[in-house]
């Protein structure tokens, strides 16, 4: 408990020949994190003269190339059968996704994996492509037919054949358009040029541009063009034009048309190949997958002509057997060296946690601040004990969190199946929404003063007005007794930091930081004891002057350590240590906010109903659902980012060690396929 796995270091060496089968075990065990020795290899002398740098299997190559061809005809099929989902299916999707089955696999070696993939993907591919040819022979076909289409839609108002337009061997067209403004100055220059020159003109869709055909000599050729770039006219492309606007854009449509349907016939057929080959193309994908992973992996050992040798950490409990395992595949033919790692070694060594299964799901709110040290305490199941309570504390509303704790189910059964961070999120609003209803039922939040305010005007003869939950305990009644939940939340920091500082002074102990221990930890100790000491000696006439002494004695030592351990500067760690404290009355803020916002609803809805005629009832339900809705997404969100806060911030700052590594396991990841050796 609040240590990671034991860890140790295995150094393998076998003979070469029996590498790929150790590999492969490891890799389907996934119970060692492998290190890459290449680096150390290229860098350390000594380990130069006896190693050198593997490389990748030499099939590498072969496999990424057939995976990429397996990936583009999965991406294919995936937009042939992805459905346009309607919002109903959508919401379904992720409240109950559909989980492939697995399906059951031979252990072939590389050679036949390549040769499998190449027939399957071969034939895939063979017909798919001739349909993609089709397709994309369509689309740039409706390219070209929408391009002449919308040049027709510009020259619509000119009724003539626009094959007329192309160029001959004596004279050149110029078909274009040009702004308003210009025109006139543009059609008194080109006139200058040469009064041969045949302007044909119409408006444009566009008011503001006039449409102009040009036809001249080929001798006025770069005048026309001179003049055409001066005026900044547009000029369209009128090549392979036939027939009149208006015969172009039916002929177009028509064809378009056509185009369409063809391109549906063709979208039918590739369905009814992916259909077929769909779930074929996942599996050797995912044995792809594995195996280029499994042959990359070599680039990272160490050889000799002969042998092997690669690095790797394993978890103390998983050691005997991954020793075993190595030496069933290398028939003995191995040499390991096992090694405990020392605290030195603390930045190197992959870390991975060791939680019970009710702590499991906030690992990932620990791993998200940073990761830890190898020796240092793990927090997270302080995390899962507090995170819930001050989520809960600060929301303090049971209807809130029946509906939190329902959406925190939701997401468990849903997108929880095929991820384990929205499994885990699922738990902790599970959790967080079940301690919000406790902790609300005891201090009278229940769609804030619902009981008390809407129950006796629907029912008054049951419900008295202004009455509390009947769960709700006096003294904690948030709506008759703020001060008392401040002083909880006060109280529930100092207990809170307490227990980081004492961490803290474990962690510096553990790495031989005796000072900073006793002046970043245990001082505040010192400081809270004389604080209480005088409390005593001020309430209790008996102590009297002895709890002052001890106390004034206990506040000058805690000052001497603050100096001794930041000079003067340390002394400001008091404003610090005070503003942690003072930090978690955010817990009574939130609170009370909800229940405020809460009660605010309720007397808007009562007024509604009660002021407005004829509609007001329905007013009145809008605004209470509209609004409780409101304050729930808000308020559950500002409780889940505060209770990261007090843990991030306040907490994790007394005592958190940083490290480096997250264990990595060298492993598999099947979600279509699993070996029949798995039975």
């Not at 499998?116 to 369509?138: H, M, Y």
């Not at 995912?286 to 978890?315: C, H, Y």
Request: aromatic share 10%; with cysteine.
């Amino acid at each position: 408990m609040f240590q990671t796995e034991r860890m140790r270091k295995l150094k393998v060496i076998t003979l070469s020949e029996y590498s790929p089968v150790t590999v492969k075990k490891l890799h389907e065990e996934g119970i060692v994190q492998i290190n890459d020795i290449s680096e150390r290899i290229q860098q350390n002398p000594e380990w130069g003269q006896l190693l050198k740098p593997s490389k990748a299997a030499p099939l590498t190559s072969k496999i990424s190339s057939l995976l990429m061809k397996a990936t583009g005809i999965s991406e294919l099929f995936g937009d042939v059968l992805t459905p346009n989902l309607g919002i109903k299916d959508m919401i379904s999707s992720y409240i109950n996704p559909v989980i492939p089955t697995k399906v059951e696999v031979e252990e072939i070696d590389i050679d036949s994996l390549i040769v499998k993939a190449e027939s399957i993907l071969g034939e895939v591919e063979s017909q798919t492509s001739v349909i993609e040819d089709k397709i994309a022979a369509l689309d740039t076909e409706a390219s070209e037919l929408n391009s002449k289409k919308d040049l027709a839609e510009k020259l619509k108002n000119f009724d003539m054949d626009l094959s007329l337009l192309e160029d001959s061997k004596y004279t050149s067209n110029i078909v274009g358009r040009i702004n308003v403004e210009s025109a006139q100055e543009f059609k008194k220059d080109i006139k200058n040029i040469s009064d041969d020159i045949l302007i044909l003109e119409e408006n444009d869709n566009d008011k503001n541009q006039i449409i102009f055909i040009i036809k001249f000599l080929n001798s006025y050729k770069n005048d026309a063009y001179s003049l055409l770039r001066r005026f900044e006219f547009e000029k369209f492309e009128i090549n392979g034009l036939e027939g009149s606007p208006n015969e172009l854009i039916n002929s177009a449509d028509s064809r378009l048309k056509s185009i369409e349907n063809e391109k549906s016939q063709l979208s039918s057929e590739l369905k009814e190949l992916a259909d077929k080959w769909d779930d074929e193309i996942f599996i050797i994908k995912e044995q792809l997958e594995i195996e280029k992973d499994r042959n990359e992996i070599f680039a990272t050992f160490g050889e000799t002509e002969s042998t092997t040798m690669l690095e790797a950490w394993v978890p103390l409990k998983k050691l005997d057997e991954t020793l075993a395992l190595i030496d069933s595949s290398t028939d003995g033919h191995s040499v390991v060296e096992v090694e405990e790692p020392t605290i030195d070694d603390d930045d190197e060594v992959p870390v991975l946690k060791d939680n019970p299964a009710y702590a499991k799901p906030y690992e990932f709110l620990v791993d998200m601040y940073a990761p830890l040290k190898y020796n240092a305490i793990d927090p997270t199941i302080l995390v899962a004990l507090s995170f819930p309570f001050f989520f809960g504390f600060c929301l303090t509303d049971g209807f809130y969190g029946i509906i939190d704790a329902l959406i925190g189910y939701i997401i468990f059964r849903g997108l929880g199946k095929r991820s384990e961070t929205m499994k885990s999120f699922g738990l902790i609003l599970i959790a967080c929404g079940i301690w919000t209803l406790v902790l609300a039922l005891i201090s009278n939040g229940f769609v804030g003063d619902f009981y008390g305010r809407i129950f006796p005007l629907l029912l008054p003869d049951f419900f008295a007005a202004g009455a509390a939950l009947p769960t709700t305990i006096g003294w904690f009644d948030a709506f008759g007794h703020p001060d008392h939940i401040l002083m909880m939340a006060i109280l529930t920091g100092i207990i809170y930091l307490n227990i980081g500082f004492i961490i803290g002074a474990i962690n510096n102990y553990r790495y031989g930081n005796k000072k900073e221990a006793l002046t970043a930890q245990i001082v505040w100790f010192v400081l809270e004891a004389g604080i209480v000491f005088l409390a005593l000696g001020f309430i209790i006439p008996s102590i009297g002057m002895i709890g002052f002494a001890i106390g004034g004695a206990l506040l000058v030592a805690s000052l001497g350590l603050l100096l001794y351990g930041g000079g003067a500067y340390g002394i400001m760690d008091i404003f610090g240590y005070m503003g942690d404290i003072i930090s978690f009355s955010r817990l009574l803020a939130l609170c009370l906010s909800t229940g405020g916002i809460a009660m605010t609803v309720n007397i808007l809805t009562v007024m509604c109903g009660e002021m407005i005629p004829f509609i007001g009832i329905v007013l009145a339900v809008i605004v209470f659902i509209f609004g409780h809705i409101v304050n729930l997404l808000f308020q559950s969100l500002g409780a889940f980012i505060s209770g990261l806060r007090l843990n991030y911030v306040e907490f994790f700052s007394q005592f958190y060690m940083t490290g480096k590594n997250k264990f990595q396991a060298f492993g598999v990841n099947r979600v279509y396929t699993k070996l029949k050796s798995d039975n």
